[in-house]
């Protein structure tokens, strides 16, 4: 079965207390690799796409990185504004030839200033 | 502006009676999907849709039917409400080419059903 373990469930940091993210996956016939931040009450707001081992991707403040097995966020000094629920979801073949999304629990992000 | 729009924001119905929830797209996307989001359960996956009268189910399609008549809108139909299916709803979309899972996200639909 194809699963997404997202760690830790919640994470308080300090403004400026850099950390990391982490999402776990196993899947059949990886396409690719997805990180949404979503904000209460809002629907999620795409961030990055990974495709392979050893790709990164980096957007002001995230850096998401891949391996074969998870993808870490790094989220360096962030800033209050940074908090929010940070999701990841896998690309998976189904199968029956096709392919669906898999989200993982996500990561509640808090930075206190 | 490019979005997903989803009517209506909020819901409050009774068990049994059937209600469509819509979903519309100006982006020209050929994918759309429904899911659910509920507390320590994440987001689930209903149903999705690879284009025009194409639909598949996703991880909890039961209770649940769609329809994809045209390229931007993507009803969600329950046809008997019940309970366990009080939840927050998502209406994605997305382009189908290698990015194809950069979805849109609409801005949810609460439905609470008594």
């Known amino acids: 079965e194809d699963q997404v373990t997202q760690s830790p469930e919640a994470l308080r940091l300090q403004e400026g207390e850099s950390s990391s993210l982490n999402c776990s996956y196993t899947?059949?016939?990886?396409?690719?690799l997805f990180w949404y931040r979503q904000d209460p009450g809002k629907g999620p707001e795409f961030l990055f796409t990974?495709?392979?081992a050893g790709e990164e991707k980096e957007k002001e403040r995230l850096k998401a990185t891949l391996t074969k097995k998870e993808s870490f966020l790094h989220i360096t000094a962030p800033k209050p504004e940074d908090s929010a629920t940070y999701l990841c979801?896998?690309?998976?073949?189904?199968?029956?030839?096709?392919?669906?999304?898999?989200f993982g629990k996500g990561t509640k992000l808090t930075v206190n200033p | 502006e490019a979005q997903v729009t989803q009517n209506p924001r909020y819901l409050i119905t009774v068990t049994g009676k059937k209600l469509t929830v819509t979903c519309s797209q100006n982006?020209?996307?050929?994918?759309m999907s429904w899911y659910r989001q509920d507390p320590g359960l994440g987001l689930r996956q209903i149903y999705y849709?690879?284009?025009?009268?194409?639909?598949d189910k996703g991880d909890v399609p039961e209770g649940y039917k769609v329809s994809r008549k045209e390229k931007r809108n993507f009803p969600l139909i329950l046809e008997s409400p019940s309970p366990n299916q009080t939840s927050l709803y998502f209406c994605?979309?997305?382009?189908?080419?290698?990015?194809?899972?950069?979805?849109?996200f609409g801005p949810g639909t609460r439905l609470t059903v008594t």
């Open positions: 994605a979309s997305s382009p189908l080419r290698r990015s194809s899972y950069e979805q849109y």
């Open positions: 899947v059949s016939g990886l396409r690719g």
């Open positions: 990974l495709y392979s």
């Open positions: 979801a896998v690309q998976a073949l189904t199968q029956g030839g096709s392919e669906k999304l898999v």
């Open positions: 982006m020209n996307h050929e994918y």
């Open positions: 849709s690879m284009n025009v009268e194409v639909t």
